[in-house]
């Protein structure tokens, strides 16, 4: 038995030492084209040519050596990897007991990549690095001379509209960053409208996490969509920027320079911008509610009493954000630095802006009200002047005492000013066309503005890995003051008769400041391999105040008569004790978390002026649960829920009458409930590396539970009053699909999509519950090819077919389809001439109230020269709007609301600019290889 072993033994032996033998191996030399410098630390990768998945990978040892010992015989994509340096590919075949030498592989520095660089050097279009979609931007071709801006419009899955607002996923992009720092803090327009195309190597799309759940590992709900620009290696050591100066007919101006200064970690920017062409320098945060607000505090109850607080600054008197409409002229400044220290231990980032813009604006708003048995015509013109402008500060601190604790501080904060007038003329129709009531109405405000956010976090890692130990503390104040004044003269008719008038003439005084304190400490301890387990304990408390003074004038032409139907004193604090759990699995191809906070809130709410005080008590869940599964490097799918309340605003809880507009008086609801708002998302995506295609979904649904929804009474003269109440029912979904390809022997790319959009919307009208919904299914198409010296041309376009009904009245349907098409065209000529042509078209079906003309199509064009050394300069004549039909306008469906708002805004004009991108490589930059 014992000699049956043996053999049986030394039988598998020879087997095993046979079977190893026949095993293929590959090897060779990586070395650098130009400085034949032999490279270190480059990846090798053999991916599996059915389905580019990683079968296994090396590195280059000295005198860039490498060797891949037992691989399997079959096809293989061969994929080498070096930092500065264009990914390689080869296709390659390895048979049974050979050993391939490939021999030298040549790489090429991105900086000296040529068009006529072998075929086998490529960039790969698109790639997932853990949860971040990374794009090569020298894949996507834009024309020379492009903006950022320019280069997003043509990555699939990412669309830019015409205000500069980024959706990428379905989701708003709030934040963009420079290799991973803070960029002018949240302003990504100077990033994306100012840095140059050429100047990035890449974009990288992700789901930024809070501070905390960075550190800890466990998500904590809190996210942001998030675009990274990388640069490119020659811009990180050198200046580089760019010098716009233009001037025209009809006042038209523009003048924008950005200049940045990078040395390793060190890195200082600068930019300027005067216009009267539409560039703001307004971050789209600013775009909504610089120097604007509800005067009130908005409340969101995110993890337990979460409470943020609308900017202020104004009322509905100083309306006037540029958003396209009007003629606005902007000024801005900015500088940004950022460094890094004591062995990047230490690292400051920090930015000061100013931004200044003045705007007058005239446009008209036509809407459709539908009451339970009848309906109402609504057309109001408007001219309104508004000017504002605005310090910023920011800063950020962080220091890592050593590999186990860290410290960083973050402080933000701005002052302002507002300022504006506005004039109105109303008129309302019943159903009949017939004249119901008239309105002539002006307002004016003077208004201040501030804001300080500070916030600190700790962060302790212990021996044992996954225990870990964070503190966070944050402080807000906001706080405005206004001083206004309204005139409003009423008309109301009966069958084209006048019944009577009623004129309204106060002075406004609106002053309110809130601060809120936060504190939240999180634990996490490893339970078994790979799960980990969180307490985490917060407290909250805000303390509000509002108050909201309207004086009407006496018969001395004094504002001294305090009319307390309009008035109020407000107070508002919420205090609120937060203990939660949560529990994370994290595998190789697996991520899966679950967990919930308990929140006990207590609302202090007293109304001064009239003596008033509500008290309540709240236990909130606030459930969480995200799951993700890898099935390769290049395809995933994610599930996430998420839990959420948001609280009532002070405006829709304070008792007073708002008569800014005297025909729509708003009054708030004491007694109302928080709502619950239950979100879900999913999304999956998949890549063909090699063969440059793929496909994005995504999916959200957001239902919500005691919505805060409007009561509307409308009487038979026209004047209507909102309250609000809580109601179920609310829901709104959205779904997409993403298809992109590469036709490399075209050297073209092509992307396509499907996408919906649903929502049910419930209010009260006329005492009638209503329910709107809405749906919008539609297609998008995109393409851009280019040749280098000769053309680039880009094309997105979308068309959208929408549907509402609202449940009051299910007749009175609303179907209308509605389009976007923009096309980029340049042509290179000869003598270093260039010829663009940019086409943005909106299309708008007309219906049976909305019947005009709302297409609009604007043309810009320019032709220029290339100057100074190596074609960085361009003198250039454009024209802007050559059809001269740009217009603002919108269409909008609020529940039981069909708007549609026209507004005049920047029209044709002629200007001559010169254009100068600069760029120096500064000296030391580290040899090849190092």
Same mark, same amino acid.
């Given at each position: 038995?014992?000699?049956?072993?043996?053999?049986?033994?030394?039988?598998?032996?020879?087997?095993?030492?046979?079977?190893?033998?026949?095993?293929?191996?590959?090897?060779?030399?990586?070395?650098?084209?130009?400085?034949?410098?032999?490279?270190?630390?480059?990846?090798?990768?053999?991916?599996?040519?059915?389905?580019?998945?990683?079968?296994?990978?090396?590195?280059?040892?000295?005198?860039?050596?490498?060797?891949?010992?037992?691989?399997?015989?079959?096809?293989?994509?061969?994929?080498?990897?070096?930092?500065?340096?264009?990914?390689?590919?080869?296709?390659?075949?390895?048979?049974?007991?050979?050993?391939?030498?490939?021999?030298?592989?040549?790489?090429?520095?991105?900086?000296?990549?040529?068009?006529?660089?072998?075929?086998?050097?490529?960039?790969?279009?698109?790639?997932?690095?853990?949860?971040?979609?990374?794009?090569?931007?020298?894949?996507?071709?834009?024309?020379?001379?492009?903006?950022?801006?320019?280069?997003?419009?043509?990555?699939?899955?990412?669309?830019?509209?015409?205000?500069?607002?980024?959706?990428?996923?379905?989701?708003?992009?709030?934040?963009?960053?420079?290799?991973?720092?803070?960029?002018?803090?949240?302003?990504?327009?100077?990033?994306?409208?100012?840095?140059?195309?050429?100047?990035?190597?890449?974009?990288?799309?992700?789901?930024?996490?809070?501070?905390?759940?960075?550190?800890?590992?466990?998500?904590?709900?809190?996210?942001?969509?998030?675009?990274?620009?990388?640069?490119?290696?020659?811009?990180?050591?050198?200046?580089?920027?760019?010098?716009?100066?233009?001037?025209?007919?009809?006042?038209?101006?523009?003048?924008?320079?950005?200049?940045?200064?990078?040395?390793?970690?060190?890195?200082?920017?600068?930019?300027?911008?005067?216009?009267?062409?539409?560039?703001?320098?307004?971050?789209?945060?600013?775009?909504?509610?610089?120097?604007?607000?509800?005067?009130?505090?908005?409340?969101?109850?995110?993890?337990?009493?979460?409470?943020?607080?609308?900017?202020?600054?104004?009322?509905?008197?100083?309306?006037?954000?540029?958003?396209?409409?009007?003629?606005?002229?902007?000024?801005?400044?900015?500088?940004?630095?950022?460094?890094?220290?004591?062995?990047?231990?230490?690292?400051?980032?920090?930015?000061?802006?100013?931004?200044?813009?003045?705007?007058?604006?005239?446009?008209?708003?036509?809407?459709?009200?539908?009451?339970?048995?009848?309906?109402?015509?609504?057309?109001?013109?408007?001219?309104?002047?508004?000017?504002?402008?605005?310090?910023?500060?920011?800063?950020?601190?962080?220091?890592?005492?050593?590999?186990?604790?860290?410290?960083?501080?973050?402080?933000?904060?701005?002052?302002?000013?507002?300022?504006?007038?506005?004039?109105?003329?109303?008129?309302?129709?019943?159903?009949?066309?017939?004249?119901?009531?008239?309105?002539?109405?002006?307002?004016?405000?003077?208004?201040?503005?501030?804001?300080?956010?500070?916030?600190?976090?700790?962060?302790?890692?212990?021996?044992?890995?996954?225990?870990?130990?964070?503190?966070?503390?944050?402080?807000?104040?906001?706080?405005?003051?206004?001083?206004?004044?309204?005139?409003?003269?009423?008309?109301?008719?009966?069958?084209?008769?006048?019944?009577?008038?009623?004129?309204?003439?106060?002075?406004?005084?609106?002053?309110?400041?809130?601060?809120?304190?936060?504190?939240?400490?999180?634990?996490?301890?490893?339970?078994?391999? @790979?799960? !980990?387990?969180?307490? #985490?304990? &917060? =407290?909250?408390?805000?303390?509000?105040?509002?108050?909201?003074? %309207? /004086? +009407?004038?006496?018969?001395?032409?004094?504002?001294?008569?305090?009319?307390?139907?309009?008035?109020?004193?407000?107070?508002?604090?919420?205090?609120?004790?937060?203990?939660?759990?949560?529990?994370?699995?994290?595998?190789?191809?697996?991520?899966?978390?679950?967990?919930?906070?308990?929140?006990?809130?207590?609302?202090?709410?007293?109304?001064?002026?009239?003596?008033?005080?509500?008290?309540?008590?709240?236990? @909130?869940? !606030?459930?969480?649960? #995200?799951? &993700? =599964?890898?099935?390769?490097?290049?395809?995933?799918?994610?599930? %996430? /829920? +998420?839990?959420?309340?948001?609280?009532?605003?002070?405006?829709?809880?304070?008792?007073?009458?708002?008569?800014?507009?005297?025909?729509?008086?708003?009054?708030?609801?004491?007694?109302?409930?928080?709502?619950?708002?239950?979100?879900?998302?999913?999304?999956?995506?998949?890549?063909?590396?090699?063969?440059?295609?793929?496909?994005?979904?995504?999916?959200?649904?957001?239902?919500?539970?005691?919505?805060?929804?409007?009561?509307?009474?409308?009487?038979?003269?026209?004047?209507?009053?909102?309250?609000?109440?809580?109601?179920?029912?609310? /829901? +709104?979904?959205?779904?997409?699909?993403?298809?992109?390809?590469?036709?490399?022997?075209?050297?073209?790319?092509?992307?396509?999509?499907?996408?919906?959009?649903?929502?049910?919307?419930?209010?009260?009208?006329?005492?009638?519950?209503?329910?709107?919904?809405?749906?919008?299914?539609?297609?998008?198409?995109?393409?851009?090819?280019?040749?280098?010296?000769?053309?680039?041309?880009?094309?997105?376009?979308?068309?959208?077919?929408?549907?509402?009904?609202?449940?009051?009245?299910?007749?009175?349907?609303?179907?209308?389809?509605?389009?976007?098409? +923009?096309?980029?065209?340049?042509?290179?000529?000869?003598?270093?001439?260039?010829?663009?042509?940019?086409?943005?078209?909106?299309?708008?079906?007309?219906?049976?109230?909305?019947?005009?003309?709302?297409?609009?199509?604007?043309?810009?064009?320019?032709?220029?020269?290339?100057?100074?050394?190596?074609?960085?300069?361009?003198?250039?004549?454009?024209?802007?709007?050559?059809?001269?039909?740009?217009?603002?306008?919108?269409?909008?469906?609020?529940?039981?609301?069909?708007?549609?708002?026209?507004?005049?805004?920047?029209?044709?004009?002629?200007?001559?600019?010169?254009?100068?991108?600069?760029?120096?490589?500064?000296?030391?930059?580290?040899?090849?290889?190092?």
């Amino acid at each position: 038995m014992h000699k049956n072993f043996t053999l049986f033994f030394c039988s598998l032996l020879l087997f095993i030492v046979t079977a190893s033998a026949q095993k293929a191996t590959l090897k060779g030399i990586i070395e650098d084209t130009s400085a034949h410098v032999q490279l270190v630390n480059t990846t090798i990768s053999l991916l599996r040519s059915k389905d580019s998945t990683l079968y296994k990978f090396t590195r280059s040892k000295e005198g860039g050596l490498f060797e891949m010992n037992g691989l399997d015989t079959g096809k293989y994509v061969l994929m080498i990897n070096h930092s500065r340096y264009a990914d390689y590919f080869d296709t390659l075949s390895l048979q049974l007991n050979e050993t391939k030498d490939i021999g030298k592989v040549m790489m090429t520095l991105e900086a000296n990549l040529l068009a006529d660089v072998t075929v086998r050097t490529q960039i790969a279009a698109m790639r997932m690095k853990g949860d971040t979609l990374e794009y090569a931007a020298d894949s996507f071709h834009v024309r020379q001379g492009a903006t950022v801006e320019d280069l997003l419009k043509n990555l699939p899955g990412i669309q830019v509209d015409k205000n500069g607002h980024i959706t990428a996923q379905g989701e708003e992009v709030k934040k963009v960053l420079v290799d991973g720092e803070e960029f002018f803090s949240d302003d990504p327009t100077v990033a994306t409208q100012n840095l140059q195309a050429d100047a990035v190597k890449s974009v990288q799309v992700f789901d930024k996490k809070s501070d905390q759940s960075e550190f800890t590992g466990i998500d904590d709900g809190t996210k942001t969509k998030t675009i990274n620009l990388k640069l490119k290696d020659d811009k990180k050591n050198g200046h580089f920027g760019k010098v716009d100066a233009g001037g025209g007919n009809d006042d038209s101006w523009n003048n924008t320079a950005m200049m940045n200064d990078f040395h390793g970690k060190k890195k200082v920017s600068g930019y300027g911008i005067m216009s009267s062409s539409g560039k703001t320098g307004l971050g789209w945060d600013e775009q909504s509610n610089y120097g604007s607000g509800d005067n009130g505090t908005e409340m969101s109850d995110d993890f337990g009493g979460v409470v943020f607080f609308g900017d202020g600054g104004g009322d509905e008197f100083s309306n006037g954000n540029y958003y396209g409409q009007g003629i606005p002229k902007a000024w801005a400044a900015g500088l940004n630095f950022a460094n890094k220290y004591n062995d990047d231990k230490q690292s400051l980032n920090g930015s000061y802006r100013f931004n200044k813009i003045s705007s007058v604006t005239d446009g008209s708003i036509i809407s459709q009200s539908i009451l339970p048995d009848s309906l109402f015509y609504n057309t109001e013109t408007s001219n309104t002047f508004s000017s504002r402008w605005r310090h910023s500060l920011n800063g950020i601190y962080e220091q890592q005492f050593d590999s186990s604790f860290s410290l960083k501080l973050t402080a933000k904060g701005y002052l302002g000013h507002t300022s504006g007038y506005s004039d109105y003329n109303n008129q309302s129709l019943d159903a009949d066309h017939a004249l119901v009531n008239q309105s002539l109405r002006n307002t004016s405000s003077n208004g201040d503005n501030s804001n300080l956010n500070a916030n600190l976090l700790l962060r302790k890692k212990f021996k044992k890995q996954g225990r870990t130990l964070a503190l966070n503390i944050s402080n807000i104040y906001n706080g405005y003051n206004t001083d206004g004044f309204l005139y409003s003269l009423n008309s109301f008719y009966s069958k084209g008769s006048l019944l009577y008038q009623d004129t309204t003439d106060q002075e406004k005084k609106n002053d309110a400041a809130v601060n809120m304190l936060n504190a939240k400490i999180t634990y996490t301890e490893p339970v078994v391999k @790979n799960l !980990f387990a969180e307490i #985490n304990y &917060a =407290y909250r408390l805000s303390t509000s105040n509002s108050e909201q003074l %309207s /004086y +009407n004038k006496t018969a001395d032409e004094k504002y001294t008569e305090l009319d307390t139907l309009f008035s109020t004193r407000y107070k508002f604090d919420v205090t609120t004790n937060t203990g939660g759990v949560a529990l994370k699995y994290n595998s190789k191809k697996m991520t899966f978390g679950a967990g919930t906070d308990i929140a006990s809130t207590n609302f202090d709410q007293k109304d001064n002026l009239r003596d008033t005080l509500f008290q309540r008590d709240y236990i @909130n869940f !606030f459930p969480r649960a #995200n799951f &993700a =599964y890898k099935f390769n490097q290049t395809t995933r799918v994610s599930f %996430s /829920y +998420n839990g959420s309340t948001q609280q009532p605003s002070i405006t829709q809880i304070s008792p007073v009458a708002d008569n800014t507009n005297p025909l729509i008086i708003t009054i708030g609801n004491p007694l109302l409930k928080q709502q619950f708002s239950h979100n879900i998302n999913i999304s999956a995506n998949s890549f063909k590396v090699l063969k440059q295609r793929g496909f994005f979904l995504w999916g959200s649904l957001n239902v919500t539970d005691n919505a805060i929804v409007t009561n509307q009474y409308t009487t038979t003269n026209g004047i209507t009053t909102y309250t609000y109440v809580n109601a179920n029912g609310n /829901y +709104n979904a959205y779904a997409n699909l993403n298809y992109f390809m590469k036709f490399s022997k075209a050297d073209f790319n092509l992307n396509w999509g499907l996408g919906y959009n649903s929502s049910q919307y419930s209010n009260f009208v006329n005492k009638e519950r209503n329910e709107t919904k809405n749906y919008a299914p539609g297609i998008q198409l995109g393409f851009n090819k280019a040749k280098e010296k000769k053309y680039s041309i880009n094309y997105y376009g979308n068309i959208n077919y929408n549907i509402s009904t609202s449940s009051i009245n299910e007749e009175l349907q609303t179907k209308y389809w509605s389009q976007s098409h +923009n096309l980029d065209f340049t042509v290179y000529l000869m003598k270093k001439y260039e010829l663009n042509n940019s086409v943005n078209a909106s299309l708008t079906q007309k219906t049976a109230t909305f019947n005009t003309d709302n297409n609009i199509v604007i043309w810009n064009a320019y032709i220029g020269r290339k100057l100074l050394k190596n074609d960085k300069g361009l003198l250039k004549f454009s024209v802007n709007d050559i059809l001269n039909q740009n217009k603002g306008y919108s269409r909008s469906i609020q529940t039981n609301v069909i708007t549609e708002t026209n507004y005049n805004t920047i029209k044709r004009y002629f200007m001559l600019s010169f254009v100068w991108n600069f760029s120096k490589t500064a000296a030391g930059m580290p040899a090849p290889g190092q």
